[in-house]
């Protein structure tokens, strides 16, 4: 027989085995598997060789037991049937047409495969190994049969072991099949490369898992340590006062309502009361766990992302804990420990419990704390004695209280009282045929029922803005009433003295049904320095009303004007026009013909800007824009949606003769802006507040600001702006300081009276606007009965104010403008140059004559006696034109037009460049235009 390790044909290399290298290494691979490996399948019309040379017959079937059997593997030992074949010599006797092809080294190729290229070069064993169990193609077994470990361990495989590595791997052979590394079945597979997401996907696990695991831990710690609080926890003991900017200067006092507040139990509260507080405040309050996960997942994402409004969801067991224990910080931990007490409450307290501790303690507005003095407060009865619709008027006014007063917003407070019925129809607690039936409640006024600790005066609405304020910023009324809080306000005594004074002085006299309101702004910081809604503290506020605008509009169309490249020198026609069937004209008939809209806006003529509005591409839409940028807000409380029609479609033409509603404290803000060079502050009243303990809730300190429009454009506004309050009969400020003004009216529909009048203006350092009109919308007039304009009350008042506040400084210069469309700031003349007549004139005739008469000195004596008599050749003169008052010689102002026929538009004289300024006050610049009243 052959040795293992003789050199055969194939160079003593096993089928399928390796190239050996010098001295015949590596052994040959045994034909027998590895001890422990599955055994390869026999594939179909493959059959073991025949040994010894016996003949084959490929047509009959092998025994079992006998060679040829599929089941049978050859082993290495001489004699024995599972010994692999030895190679084919060169003395063989030729294969014959039905022996069955070999592969190299004398085995039989695969099934269904070709025989190997003798000349490819050999590649390592890439058999098949077949499953324990699994039948192999071609065989009736069910299972591959398994060899005995006996006849495994052969000298063969013995002497291959001990020749392989260290490592105990098989020599390499080669890749393996399908793609795997070095050595084939016997190598060591490849490690597999992570891929990155897996990574990302444990690392996102982790942390999923501590997001819960964490609020778990703190949740269960919370749970265990915390308190539930009582209802008498509620302390309000300690009095919040409120300064003026001086820190001394008292405007208000916040005085805990130990006095009004009543405890009542469940059964004094009516059913259909508190039905009414659920359907408002918390409509599955029997059935839910005391707190909202909906709520404090909000409460989460808004922390999170720094957002200002971090509450919202809270359920009526939270808000009673809320105000009882943890306050209204807007932080995770104090949100997390609402919810644990919440939790706990629902446990130890019944639901009753908790409803009647939070109706005794809840504000409700007014400086009611608690249910029965709301009852009081807004109706003047016991809570015993509440109907369904009146207690939903208190339901309603829980989540705003300062703001929900139907008395000062009749329209929100409905609103929400809607809510509040429909909520008890949807809960089954209000039938619906009831419902359809109610109409909303009397209210008593707060003066009817208002104690001594709250402000009468001016000062009481300034405190309502400040309430609201705060609110706004998270000081709740329970910190108020709570830890004893030092409130400094940005009202400047000395203004504010000065704003009431001309208010009481120039309202003396008055027709009984004028109503006024005034606001005062500092342009460099949005401070409110002085604030005026009327006398009556707990009444209308004017000052922060909705109110039609008039002609002081005009402005913020002109500022959209420049910010579109057009400059001051603009003309415009003031004659009358019609647009869709309105006929727009000017008040008293006034024109300055084909004149720059800085003349126009002085003027204030209506057909000038509208116009100019008419001129512009989606004008209305552009104005509203520029108003709300320089300081017009997009809602007004009481009004909604600002500078659009009631349906939301968007303004329309009217919109630049200032038809729809803003507030005193919005045009105060916006002129503020223009005084500002452009630079928007956000008006506020409250500067500081600080705790008993000396903590600080709140500081606003230098409050900065933002550039809403170019400089240049505000700045030439000013320009525009600065000659009007001359205009407007004489009232320029003292001393010569110089001011930005402008007036306005509205008409009262078609009347031809007005309803609202008009004065604003401003200072580098101080913006005033002033309001006047009636509370029963009817024709505003002055005392003797005439037609009221803002030159008149409006601007008293204004004039009055700023003189008082200002009294003392500096005069202050506006910045100079930047040119835009190369004017600078308004030109020196204000309409085309007309050149003189050719036509010469006529020779001067004296205006009287002397003619002689005969005097009788005696009877029929009679002598000649001179006298005078009217010139009959002289013509009556006429009243100077616009264009006489044009140089008569000199031509055209530099950058003035030419005037053409008419109906042409002017031309421009030449590039000579324009005037960095002027009065606009016509060709002589002297002011010599009698003023108008407007």
Same mark, same amino acid.
């Given at each position: ?72 593997? @050859? #082993? =290495?030992?001489?004699?024995? !049937? *599972?010994?692999?074949? $030895?190679? %084919?010599? /060169?003395?063989?006797?030729?294969? &014959? +047409?039905?022996?069955?092809? @070999? #592969? =190299?080294?004398?085995?039989? !190729? *695969?099934?269904?495969? $070709?025989? %190997?290229? /003798?000349?490819?070069?050999?590649? &390592? +064993? ?5 499953? =324990?169990?699994?039948?192999? !193609? ?26 392989? !590595? ?769």
């Amino acid at each position: 027989m052959t040795s293992p390790y003789d050199d055969g044909p194939h160079g003593g290399r096993p089928p399928g085995g390796p190239q050996p290298g010098p001295g015949g290494y590596p052994p040959p691979r045994p034909a027998g598997p590895p001890p422990g490996r599955p055994l390869p399948p026999i594939r179909p019309g493959q059959g073991p060789a025949p040994q010894g040379g016996q003949p084959r017959n490929p047509g009959r079937p092998p025994q079992p037991g006998q060679p040829g059997d599929p089941t049978v593997r @050859r #082993g =290495p030992q001489d004699g024995d !049937p *599972r010994r692999p074949l $030895p190679p %084919r010599g /060169p003395n063989d006797p030729p294969r &014959g +047409p039905n022996d069955p092809p @070999r #592969g =190299p080294g004398g085995q039989p !190729p *695969r099934g269904g495969q $070709p025989p %190997r290229d /003798p000349n490819r070069p050999p590649t &390592g +064993p890439t058999r098949r190994v077949e499953q =324990p169990g699994r039948p192999g !193609p071609g065989s009736d077994s069910q299972a591959t049969q398994k060899i005995p470990a006996e006849a495994l361990d052969s000298p063969t495989r013995r002497v291959q072991r001990a020749m392989r !590595p260290a490592g105990g791997g098989a020599p390499p052979s080669g890749p393996g099949r399908n793609g795997r590394g070095p050595g084939g079945p016997g190598g060591r597979p490849p490690r597999r490369r992570r891929s990155p997401w897996r990574i990302v996907r444990r690392t996102l696990y982790v942390l999923i898992a501590l997001a819960f695991i964490a609020p778990s831990a703190a949740f269960l710690l919370s749970y265990t340590t915390v308190k539930v609080p009582q209802p008498d926890d509620l302390k309000t003991n300690q009095v919040a006062t409120i300064y003026a900017s001086d820190g001394s200067s008292v405007l208000g006092k916040v005085v805990p309502p130990q006095g009004n507040r009543t405890d009542v139990t469940i059964d004094q509260i009516p059913p259909h009361v508190r039905n009414a507080v659920i359907a408002a405040e918390d409509r599955t309050f029997y059935t839910n766990p005391g707190f909202s996960i909906s709520g404090f997942g909000r409460a989460l994402y808004r922390n999170a992302t720094g957002q200002e409004d971090a509450g919202g969801g809270s359920t009526i067991t939270q808000q009673y804990v809320k105000n009882a224990m943890v306050g209204n910080e807007h932080s995770l931990s104090r949100k997390v420990r609402e919810l644990v007490i919440s939790a706990k409450m629902a446990q130890q307290w019944s639901k009753d419990q908790i409803l009647t501790a939070y109706l005794n303690t809840i504000y409700f507005g007014r400086g009611a704390y608690g249910i029965d003095a709301a009852s009081k407060a807004y109706f003047d009865k016991k809570v015993q004695d509440l109907s369904v619709a009146e207690g939903a008027v208190l339901a309603a006014t829980i989540q705003q209280p300062s703001n929900l007063d139907p008395e000062k917003n009749p329209k929100g407070a409905q609103t929400r009282w809607n809510y509040v019925l429909d909520g008890m129809v949807a809960g089954g607690n209000l039938a619906a045929a009831d419902r359809q039936k109610m109409e909303y409640p009397q209210v008593v006024t707060a003066a009817q029922t208002s104690s001594d600790t709250l402000e009468t005066g001016p000062e009481g609405l300034i405190k309502t803005q400040v309430l609201s304020e705060l609110a706004e910023a998270g000081i709740n009324e329970h910190q108020l009433n709570t830890q004893g809080l030092t409130i400094t306000t940005t009202i400047d005594p000395k203004m504010q003295q000065a704003m009431i004074d001309a208010v009481h002085k120039d309202m003396d006299g008055q027709r009984d049904e004028v109503r006024t309101a005034a606001v005062s702004i500092d342009p460099k910081s949005g401070a409110v320095k002085a604030y005026y809604g009327g006398d009556n503290g707990q009444g209308f506020d004017f000052a922060n009303a909705g109110l039609m605008s008039g002609s002081t509009f005009k402005v913020f169309g002109l500022a959209e004007n420049l910010e579109l490249g057009k400059p001051l020198s603009t003309l415009y026609d003031s004659a009358d026009l019609n647009v869709n069937g309105i006929k727009i004209t000017n008040a008293e008939g006034e024109t300055c013909g084909t004149c720059t809209i800085a003349e126009a806006l002085k003027r204030s003529l209506n057909t000038s800007f509208y116009r100019m509005e008419l001129d512009m591409q989606g004008g209305p839409e552009k104005i509203a824009a520029m108003a709300h940028k320089l300081g017009i807000p997009d809602t007004i409380p009481g009004v909604g949606k600002t500078l659009t029609e009631a349906d939301g479609s968007g303004p329309n033409n009217g919109i630049i003769l200032g038809q729809y509603q803003v507030r005193p404290l919005d045009m105060a803000s916006a002129y503020a802006t223009i005084a500002a060079s452009g630079i928007y502050h956000k008006p506020h009243f409250v500067q500081k507040v600080v705790a008993a303990d000396g903590t600080v809730l709140l500081d606003r300190g230098q409050v900065p600001g933002e550039q809403r429009v170019s400089a240049a454009v505000a700045d030439n506004v000013t320009a525009a702006m600065e000659p009007i309050a001359a205009w407007s009969l004489n009232h320029n400020l003292a001393g010569g300081r110089k001011s930005g003004a402008k007036t306005g009216t509205t008409q009262l529909g078609d009347t031809g009276q007005n309803r609202d009048a008009w004065m604003i203006g401003f200072t580098p350092s101080l913006a005033t606007a002033v309001w006047a009109g009636t509370e029963q919308g009817v024709a505003l007039k002055t005392p003797s009965g005439s037609i009221m304009y803002g030159s008149n009350l409006p601007s008293n008042i204004w004039k009055d104010t700023m003189d008082g506040a200002l009294k003392g400084t500096s005069n202050e210069d506006f910045p100079k403008p930047a040119a835009i469309g190369g004017q600078a700031g308004v030109p020196s003349w204000s309409a085309p140059y007309t050149p003189p007549s050719s036509t010469p004139r006529a020779p001067f005739e004296p205006p009287v004559v002397v003619t002689p008469s005969q005097m009788e000195i005696l009877p029929g004596v009679r002598i000649p006696v001179p006298g005078l008599a009217p010139n009959p050749r002289q013509q009556p003169q006429q009243q100077q034109s616009q264009d006489d008052q044009q140089p008569a010689d000199g031509g055209p102002m530099p950058g003035q037009p030419l005037a053409t026929s008419e109906g042409a538009t002017p031309t421009t004289s030449g590039n000579s460049g324009y005037s960095q300024g002027g009065t606009g006050n016509g060709a002589s610049g002297n002011g010599t235009y009698p003023t108008r009243q407007r």
